[in-house]
T-cell receptor
Framework: DTGVSQDPRHKITKRGQNVTFRCDPISEHNRLYWYRQTLGQGPEFLTYFQNEAQLEKSRLLSDRFSAERPKGSFSTLEIQRTEQGDSAMYLC???WGTGGNEQYFGPGTRLTVT | GESVGLHLPTLSVQEGDNSIINCAYSNSASDYFIWYKQESGKGPQFIIDIRSNMDKRQGQRVTVLLNKTVKHLSLQIAATQPGDSAVYFCAENIQGGSQGNLIFGKGTKLSVKP
C-alpha cells in the first residue's frame, strides 16, 4: 500500500452542481478523516469515521455536506448545490487506533466552483 | 476559542543553518502533538510527533520540544536543506477525548536560501 489516495485530484464545477470525492485510506487503518483547507490556512476538520461508523459530523460546514464509508474501507464526501465559497482543497487522512494517533494525509482534491 | 497558533508566519534561513519553528497551543488538555510539512499542491506530510509525557523527541535531522508549562511546541531542523522549504504546521489532539481530529494552526512558511 503506497498511502492514502484521493480522486479526483482536481474538480472544476459550476455553482449549483453536486460533486463527490473519493478517499482510499491506508488499508489497515480503521479511522478516516476529512478536512478542508483554504489558501494560507491549516486544515480544518470536517468529519471522521471509525470503521464504517461516522463518529463526528457536527463540524460539517452545512447540511449540503455529507460523507459515507459504507464498508469501512473507502469513503466519499459529497457537496450538494455547490457554492463559490466551497472552493478549497479537500483532504483525507487515515490512522490506526482509537485515539489521536499519527494521521497520514492524501494529496487532496482541489475543488474550484465557478 | 481553543486553537493552535504560530509565532511567525514566515522564516528564511541559509542552507546549512539550523531552523527553529515555534508553535503555541491553548488547550491544556491536549496531550498529543504532530508536526507536518506541506509542499505546494500536496497534502501534509507527517514529520514527527510527541506525546505529553515527553518533553523532547528526536528524528532524522528533526527535534520536537514540548514545554507544557507555557504550552509551547517547537520544531528544530538541523542543517536545513533547500528541500526543507515548505509550510510547516503543528497540530494538537486530545487522545482521551471523543474526537480524533487534529486541530491545526495557520502554518509557518520556511524558505531556505542557497
Amino acid at each position: 500500500d503506497t498511502g492514502v489516495s484521493q480522486d479526483p485530484r482536481h474538480k472544476i464545477t459550476k455553482r449549483g452542481q453536486n460533486v463527490t470525492f473519493r478517499c482510499d485510506p491506508i488499508s489497515e487503518h480503521n479511522r478516516l478523516y476529512w478536512y478542508r483547507q483554504t489558501l494560507g490556512q491549516g486544515p480544518e476538520f470536517l468529519t471522521y469515521f471509525q470503521n464504517e461508523a461516522q463518529l463526528e459530523k457536527s463540524r460539517l460546514l452545512s447540511d449540503r455536506f455529507s460523507a459515507e464509508r459504507p464498508k469501512g474501507s473507502f469513503s466519499t464526501l459529497e457537496i450538494q448545490r455547490t457554492e463559490q465559497g466551497d472552493s478549497a482543497m479537500y483532504l483525507c487522512a487515515s490512522s490506526w487506533g482509537t485515539g489521536g494517533n499519527e494521521q497520514y494525509f492524501g494529496p487532496g482534491t482541489r475543488l474550484t466552483v465557478t | 476559542g481553543e486553537s493552535v497558533g504560530l509565532h511567525l508566519p514566515t522564516l528564511s534561513v541559509q542552507e546549512g543553518d539550523n531552523s527553529i519553528i515555534n508553535c503555541a497551543y491553548s488547550n491544556s488538555a491536549s496531550d498529543y502533538f504532530i508536526w507536518y510539512k506541506q509542499e505546494s499542491g500536496k497534502g501534509p506530510q507527517f514529520i514527527i510527533d510527541i506525546r505529553s509525557n515527553m518533553d523532547k523527541r528526536q528524528g532524522q535531522r528533526v527535534t520536537v520540544l514540548l514545554n507544557k508549562t507555557v504550552k509551547h511546541l517547537s520544531l528544530q531542523i538541523a542543517a536545513t536543506q533547500p528541500g526543507d522549504s515548505a509550510v510547516y504546521f503543528c497540530a494538537e489532539n486530545i487522545q482521551g477525548g471523543s474526537q480524533g481530529n487534529l486541530i491545526f494552526g495557520k502554518g509557518t512558511k520556511l524558505s531556505v536560501k542557497p
